[in-house]
């Protein structure tokens, strides 16, 4: 059986932390659709276009899932929301693993394979991620029993 050992951070360490995240989403988003636009960064290509709605079903879902938290965040719904933005952002992770749509140019550096390598540990960290919040999922669970 799992112990935990730390306490959570304050409600209001917690409830700093949401707003953060929150902003930080609505600001990716808005700087993807509006201004200055996804078209603008001068190394995607028009590739692009197969992969944003993968990256803003996973923006959305962190701000969402913030939302919530700010109002409510019981240990167990905080897992549960973790485990599907985590889940959401492995999808899109792949997604741009996929597609690709990255064009660096000549330049002296691999960017593309520096990407790559982020991609990747995006992923192990992603699958590491949801198998720690299914087991927060579970053990709580069977606390919550008792």
């Given at each position: 059986m799992l112990k935990r050992t730390g306490r959570r951070p304050s409600r209001a360490g917690r409830r700093t932390g949401y707003v953060f995240a929150i902003v930080f989403n609505a600001a990716a988003l808005y700087a993807i659709h509006f201004w200055p636009g996804w078209q603008q960064v001068p190394f995607l290509t028009s590739e692009t276009q197969q992969i944003l709605g993968w990256v803003t079903a996973s923006l959305i879902a962190g701000l969402g899932a913030n939302v919530v938290y700010l109002l409510v965040d019981p240990p167990r719904l905080k897992s549960l929301g973790d485990l599907v933005i985590t889940g959401i952002g492995l999808v899109a992770i792949i997604r741009v693993w996929q597609v690709f749509p990255f064009?660096?140019?000549?330049?002296?550096?691999?960017?593309?394979?520096?990407?790559?390598?982020?991609?990747?540990i995006g992923f192990v960290g992603s699958i590491v991620a949801m198998i720690v919040q299914l087991v927060v999922l579970v053990a709580d669970g069977s606390r919550a029993r008792r």
């Open positions: 064009d660096f140019g000549d330049t002296s550096f691999d960017w593309a394979m520096l990407v790559r390598i982020m991609l990747g």
